[in-house]
């Protein structure tokens, strides 16, 4: 049973605009989540990542927002790129610094120049 | 930069032989893992290395065992492979657990 959930399979937005990847999970005891960026033939490579003692956590043009109580993250991209282009995968543990990461499905981002 | 290196990058076996996949990292990372990527699914944890000398199951382990042959790498070998097997495999380290994980590029297998 899929831990964490990312409903959207795509995504395509113009260039200059904001990209929202939306991401669900249903084990309360998740308390460290990530966002990994993967382009094809290629490894995930890390974007962010956000602890349950936060509601934000900002990189450059990259947002992640959790909400503990609706168990939802989402990450948001602003302004976004045609190279950002990517799947992007949502991960979560149990606690910061366990090994076992689960992780969605991916949703596919195109950024439309 | 080499970062995580994955050996082979494609393989294809029949059912039934062995296999396995090299993993080598050169960070000095402590910890290592092993993930498989379905279609439509994420990717799940097979096995890990918190450290050198230690191995411990992922979520689905089975038809796997690991070597953690030294710091820099840990190898991921199928006994008797099985078409279920058939799955992208990626290598991945990281400092300590409670840190972002780095991954290889993968290694694609088909058993037929």
């Known amino acids: 049973d899929q831990q964490v959930k990312q409903n959207s399979p795509s995504l395509s937005v113009q260039e200059g605009r904001i990209s929202i990847l939306n991401c669900d999970y249903t084990?309360?005891?998740?308390?460290?989540f990530l966002w990994y960026k993967k382009y094809p033939a290629e490894g995930p490579t890390f974007l962010i990542s956000?602890?349950?003692?936060?509601d934000k956590n900002e990189d450059g043009r990259f947002t992640v927002f959790l909400n503990k109580s609706a168990k939802h993250l989402s990450l948001h991209i602003v302004p976004s790129q045609p190279g950002d282009s990517a799947v992007y995968f949502c991960?979560?543990?149990?606690?910061?610094?366990?090994?076992?990461?689960?992780f969605g499905t991916g949703t596919r981002l195109t950024v439309i120049p | 930069n080499a970062g995580v290196t994955q050996t082979p990058k494609f393989q294809v076996l029949k059912t039934g032989q062995s296999m396995t996949l090299q993993c080598a990292q050169d960070m000095n990372h402590n910890s290592m893992y092993w993930y498989r990527q379905d279609p439509g699914m994420g990717l799940r944890l097979i096995y890990y290395?918190?450290?050198?000398?230690?191995?411990d199951k992922g979520e689905v382990p089975n038809g796997y065992n690991v070597s953690r042959l030294n710091k820099r790498e840990f190898s991921l070998r199928l006994e008797s492979a099985a078409p279920s097997q058939t799955s992208v495999y990626f290598c991945?380290?990281?400092?300590?657990?409670?840190?972002?994980?780095?991954f290889g590029d993968g290694t694609r297998l088909s058993i037929l």
């Open positions: 956000i602890s349950s003692i936060k």
């Open positions: 290395s918190a450290s050198e000398g230690t191995t």
């Open positions: 991960a979560a543990s149990e606690r910061t610094g366990a090994n076992n990461l689960f």
């Open positions: 084990n309360s005891m998740f308390d460290y």
């Open positions: 991945a380290s990281s400092w300590t657990p409670d840190q972002p994980q780095h």
